[in-house]
């Protein structure tokens, strides 16, 4: 019964999206909230503000309360250890795990640590892979010849999880381009 509700979900969708300007729509969907934060600290650390989005959409969906089963906070999903590192390094103020729920703070620390992920590996998918996996767990996989360093193998990596989030981050990172540029 679920998957006929979400069958006939998606197919009005679809119609309304062809009978109405599709890209409202789904513009709906790929939101740009915190626009004024992601802007700032994307163009602060060189990083296309459209991918942030895609990463924010794809771990909390714009939600600023968000949890994840692991403990990761915010906007961005940072785990606690992780934001505290990323701050020190950078000299950004950062009293406890709270921190992580107020927008500008996730959103500044999460970019800085995706720009760093970036510049170490190189590419969007590989910095991608290790913001999810670890980047201890992704420098193995390229030492060890089971992804490429430059990205262009990603249907390779061996967890299925961070195989469907780069391969989903990518794609909507694609749909926003689309509509926003």
Do not use: C, H
Not at 36 to 61: C, F, G, M, R
Not at 137 to 153: F, N, Y
Request: aromatic residues 12%; charged residues 25%.
């Amino acid at each position: 019964m679920r998957k006929l509700i979400l069958i006939l979900f998606i197919i009005i969708i679809t119609l309304l999206a062809i009978l109405l300007n599709y890209e409202n729509i789904l513009k709906i969907f790929y939101r740009q909230d915190y626009s004024e934060y992601v802007e700032k600290y994307s163009k602060e650390n060189k990083v296309d503000p459209l991918l942030i989005y895609s990463i924010i959409k794809a771990e909390s969906n714009f939600d600023n309360e968000a949890v994840s089963s692991k403990g990761a906070m915010g906007l961005m999903q940072l785990m606690d250890e992780t934001a505290k590192e990323v701050a020190t390094n950078e000299l950004i103020e950062y009293e406890s795990d709270k921190t992580l729920y107020n927008p500008e703070e996730n959103i500044k620390i999460g970019v800085k640590y995706y720009a760093d992920l970036k510049n170490i590996f190189g590419n969007d998918a590989i910095a991608i892979a290790a913001y999810n996996a670890g980047m201890g767990t992704v420098s193995s996989w390229i030492q060890e010849g089971i992804i490429k360093a430059d990205g262009s193998d990603i249907e390779n990596i061996p967890y299925k999880e961070t195989n469907m989030y780069v391969r989903k981050i990518m794609r909507d990172y694609e749909i926003y381009q689309k509509l926003y540029l």
